[in-house]
């Protein structure tokens, strides 16, 4: 890793690397669990993984000061991170999360770790989760979020669908897509969004490719052809209309 000064890590050196490093803290602490190294080879030194039954915590060395950066998954999520200098703490913090802590419990019991208010909804359910991120997104956007601006009609219209609103809202780049879980991977973007200014959208059904010009230019980021199927361009509340023909077009196909 650049930049990793190793003078501050006299522990993990003497061990040999940080998976070693970290298995005798859970060791020398009766903690049941088993440090594995990382799938890189070019991280095998500096950082490790701890699963226990569909949570996993992975461990990496940070550059600078000493400090052990730490971040807590389910499935396709993460649901907290932190960082700390102190090894055994970061143990303890592992062994407390994959025990199935809740999070404001090991944010209480460690003020290392940090997590926000979607992570919170998430862990009450898909469906808080789901429901947070429409609230959210309905909000005014802020300065920062510009992509958000030319999406902001389409979510007001779309939100009194109730089709729409039981689904993931996420966006990639411009585009706004749909999906039934939250989590990255767990299902696939039903229906695409991508606004073209004026209050006009242009609406793919789960390949993203539609939403690509035909001709020579029509490459995507992908750098494969576009296809045919694209729906519109339309104004806010037809163009919720036309994401439910994408979807239903695509499971009758």
Not at 30 to 35: I, S, V
Not at 133 to 161: C, I, K, M, N, T
Not at 208 to 216: A, F, N, S, T, V
Request: charged share 20%; net charge negative.
């Amino acid at each position: 890793m650049d930049g990793l000064d190793y003078s501050h890590y006299p522990d993990v050196t003497a061990a040999g690397d940080l998976r070693s490093a970290l298995q005798h803290e859970f060791d020398s602490t009766g903690m049941l669990l088993r440090a594995q190294h990382v799938e890189s080879p070019g991280w095998v030194l500096t950082h490790a993984v701890v699963r226990a039954g569909d949570r996993h915590v992975s461990v990496h060395m940070t550059s600078g000061d000493r400090a052990f950066g730490l971040d807590f998954w389910t499935p396709g999520f993460q649901m907290a991170h932190g960082h700390t200098a102190d090894l055994r703490d970061a143990a303890a913090a592992i062994s407390m999360f994959l025990d199935g802590a809740r999070l404001r419990q090991l944010g209480a019991t460690w003020p290392f770790v940090s997590f926000g208010p979607f992570a919170e909804a998430f862990e009450r359910g898909e469906a808080e989760a789901i429901a947070f991120r429409w609230q959210r997104l309905l909000d005014p956007p802020p300065p920062r979020a510009r992509h958000l601006y030319g999406l902001h009609d389409f979510l007001v219209a779309a939100s009194g669908e109730p089709r729409l609103r039981a689904l993931y809202v996420f966006t990639s780049h411009y585009d706004l897509g749909f999906r039934r879980s939250v989590p990255n991977g767990q299902s696939r973007a039903l229906a695409w969004v991508r606004p073209l200014g004026e209050g006009r959208y242009l609406i793919a059904g789960a390949d993203r490719r539609q939403l690509y010009p035909d001709g020579p230019m029509g490459r995507t980021g992908w750098d494969t052809d576009s296809v045919a199927g694209v729906l519109g361009p339309a104004p806010a509340q037809e163009s919720v209309a036309l994401v439910l023909t994408a979807m239903d077009r695509d499971v009758q196909a």
